[in-house]
């Protein structure tokens, strides 16, 4: 099966800084990767698509970038509202399964 | 207005049944891709189910964790994704999200989520 790992686990970081999350598939995805923000008792919010096209209505500081097997997630000039905890997931149909990242907490310094 | 609303969840015995509901409005759900996740109290984000797009007979795909025991289905009538959960367990607890592909034409991320509806499952 494929898996997702994402690092760190935790970030802490303070307004105004440029934060990076590394997502890494266990094999080849190409670009079916997307990149969500989930905030306590809300439904995730759809960030980044195919790796690195920003959905409509996000913040042009959020951007993503990779393919095959390695992805990142930049946020910059981080702001109050984007104290959240972000999450990749694969969804190349030529496997099974569409599994999350472990998460990412970002948290004020 | 393109929206899922979640119904059906609740408190369950260990080892019983639940289905849930996830109502569509403003497209149809038989041309989408559409999946089901769910989140743990204090857990990350949890993929369970997915099914393709296109009439009876879709593809559908399962988490290893609920596989045998879940089944993910859609009425076009109602314009409805349900999610039939069997041989409930303690794991099982969580919030349970539907959502929508952005696409409808191929599988793309997931767009449009509904709020959640909570299961607990206890002895």
């Known amino acids: 099966d494929i898996q997702m790992t994402q690092s760190p686990s935790t970030l802490s970081a303070s307004v105004g800084d440029r934060v990076t999350i590394t997502c890494r598939a266990s094999?080849?995805?190409?670009?079916?990767l997307a990149w969500y923000q989930k905030k306590p008792g809300k439904a995730p919010n759809l960030l980044i698509y195919?790796?690195?096209n920003l959905e409509s209505g996000v913040p042009s500081r959020f951007s993503g970038s990779g393919s095959g097997t390695e992805f990142t997630l930049t946020i910059s000039n981080l702001q109050p509202d984007d104290f959240a905890t972000y999450y990749c997931?694969?969804?190349?149909?030529?496997?099974?399964?569409?599994?999350f990242g472990g998460g990412t907490k970002v948290e004020i310094k | 207005e393109v929206q899922l609303v979640e119904s059906g969840g609740g408190l369950v015995q260990r080892g019983g049944s639940l289905r849930l509901s996830c109502a569509a409005s403003?497209?149809?759900?038989?041309?989408?891709?559409m999946t089901w996740v769910r989140q743990a109290p204090g857990k990350g984000l949890e993929w369970v189910s997915l099914?393709?797009?296109?009439?009876?007979?879709?593809?559908?795909y399962y988490a290893d964790s609920v596989k045998g025991r879940f089944t993910i289905s859609r009425d076009s009538s109602k314009n409805t994704l349900f999610l039939q959960m069997n041989s409930l367990k303690d794991e099982d607890t969580a919030v349970y999200y539907c959502?929508?592909?952005?696409?409808?034409?191929?599988?793309?991320?997931?767009?449009?989520w509904g709020q959640g509806t909570m299961v607990t499952v206890s002895s």
């Open positions: 959502a929508r592909d952005r696409s409808g034409g191929f599988l793309d991320a997931f767009d449009i």
């Open positions: 403003g497209f149809t759900v038989s041309n989408n891709y």
């Open positions: 099914i393709y797009r296109g009439g009876s007979g879709a593809n559908t």
């Open positions: 094999q080849s995805i190409r670009h079916w």
């Open positions: 195919q790796a690195s």
């Open positions: 997931q694969q969804y190349n149909g030529d496997f099974p399964s569409f599994p």
